[in-house]
Each structure stands twice: as C-alpha cells, then as structure tokens.
C-alpha cells in the first residue's frame, strides 16, 4: 500500500487528485452527451480554439482560466452564429473556424520568445500546478454543469433523437444544441489545465466510451463515466508519480486504455453470450430413420 499513499503525502498531489476528479465529473456529464451526439470534432475544435485567448492572457498578466474560458465562448457563440445565417454545413463551420483560431493563436504565440513554457503547459496541461483557488472553480464549474445537464435532460434526449418531436413538444432545440454546446465548451474549459487543449477530448471522450456499452439510460453512463474518470485520473497520477511520466497525458492514456479494454471485454461478453442456432438442413440432407 506504500506505492498507493507515498504520493498522497505531497500536498500538490493532492489537490491534482481532487481537482482531477472533478475534472473526470464535469467530462463525464458533458462527454456523454459528446458520444451520443457525435459531437467530438467540437470539442477537439474549442480546445485549440482557446489558444488566443490563453495567449492573450498571458501576455497581459490575466488569469489563464479567464483568456481561456472568454476565447471559448467566443468559438461557441461564432459557431452558432454562422449556423443560423450562413449556408455552411456544420462541420464546415467548426473546421474554418477552428483553424482561424488556432491561426490567431499560433500568431500571437510567435511574437513572444517567453511563451515556450507557458504553450507546453497549454497543450499538455500542468494538473500538478493546481491551486485551491483552481480547485475551487473546478467545483463551480460541477455545479453548473450538473444543473444545466438536469434541467435540459428532457430537451437534450428529444433533440437527441428528432428535433421535430422537440420542437412539438416545446422543447425549443435551438435552445437545447445552445446549451449543449455551452456545456460542452465548459467541460473543455475545465479540464484544459488538467490534461492540456491536445489531449483534452481523450478525458472527454473515453470515460463516456468505456461506460457505454454497459449502460442502457444516458444518467446511469454518466455516472459510470464518471466513477471510470475519476479511477483513470487517481491510476495517473501513480503511473506519472512511480514512472516519472508527464501527470496529464498519464492521465488521458489510461483513460484511453480503459475505453479500448471496455470495448474489448464487452464484445467478448457479447460473443459469448450469443445462442449457437443449429444450421438448417438442406433438402438433400434428410435425417436418416434412425435419427427420427
């Protein structure tokens, strides 16, 4: 048990653990929705799409939570407004803007010869370096995210599977796919500091993934989710602890581990479980007499 409580002793492990669990919680309500809805190229998209505001955070002295959460809401609120105006299909959307912003930031990045450490930190994240001040807004952010997944269910599961029934229904999609996508850019948000904008969408993604296939409601897959994210961010912490490995992309990797061997135990499961229907005999193969 040494190997387990030796890293425990160290204060700032601590409080990556408790703020990766959080991290894993806020993924794993938002990510659900992200698997179901197919929606994972737009988190991969503001993930990068944070860049400029980091940038100008940074160079401005600013919170980097704040530059990050501000570009975000930025690429949330373009995406809808080119949905609702122009002829682009939404991918198109995303991509053309995710590769503006990623642009914009790369650019500013350039005109600073001290950015180095501060873009590693961006696209591979720096959970170890977490305060009680950034576990604190992790926690607020939980609770905006569990609130606004409650009080959509119902328009998020109807939009789900045909907005017209949504729409019959009252249930304003519009409204909904806005929501989603607000909580899906604070789950990107969130959990950037932890695993860092390039590896982001493994700890959104494969929590939801892995916890699928045994789920048949979308509360109880993101409850596995979430007991499966929070277990993957405490295994890396350990493995970067004992391996001297990088903490977030630890992290994001076992995460992915566990999503392939989910898929891979229930396919087995499923394999095994299948009846075995004897082959129908031919015409020309009757049974003999003495089968009879």
Do not use: K
Request: aromatic share 6%.
């Amino acid at each position: 048990m040494d190997w387990i409580l030796e890293p425990l002793q160290a204060d700032f492990v601590v409080r990556a653990l408790f703020g990766g669990v959080l991290v894993a919680l806020i993924c794993a309500v938002a990510g659900t929705w992200v698997v179901v809805r197919g929606m994972a190229f737009l988190g991969e998209a503001i993930g990068h799409a944070m860049l400029p505001g980091v940038a100008l955070a940074t160079l401005a002295g600013a919170p980097v939570i704040l530059g990050a959460a501000v570009s975000a809401a930025a690429m949330s609120a373009a995406i809808g407004l080119l949905q609702r105006r122009g002829r682009l299909s939404y991918d198109t959307s995303i991509g053309l803007l995710f590769v503006g912003m990623l642009s914009a930031g790369v650019i500013i990045v350039s005109h600073s010869r001290s950015f180095a450490t501060d873009a590693t930190a961006l696209l591979f994240g720096d959970i170890l370096a977490l305060q009680n001040a950034d576990v604190a807004v992790l926690a607020a952010a939980l609770t905006v995210t569990v609130a606004v997944a409650a009080g959509f269910h119902r328009a998020f599961v109807a939009a789900a599977f045909d907005p017209r029934i949504a729409l019959t229904l009252g249930l304003r999609p519009q409204l909904a796919h806005v929501a989603l996508t607000g909580l899906v850019t604070l789950a990107v948000v969130a959990s950037f500091q932890a695993v860092g904008t390039l590896l982001m969408v493994g700890l959104l993604l494969a929590p939801a993934a892995a916890a699928r296939p045994w789920t048949a409601r979308i509360p109880a897959t993101m409850a596995l989710a979430g007991v499966l994210g929070s277990t993957m961010t405490a295994a890396g912490l350990l493995i970067s602890w004992h391996a001297g490995t990088a903490a977030g992309a630890s992290i994001a990797a076992s995460a992915i581990a566990l999503a392939a061997l989910s898929g891979l135990v229930r396919a087995t499961v499923n394999r095994v479980r299948r009846p075995v229907h004897p082959l129908p005999l031919s015409p020309n193969t009757a049974p003999s007499p003495a089968a009879r």
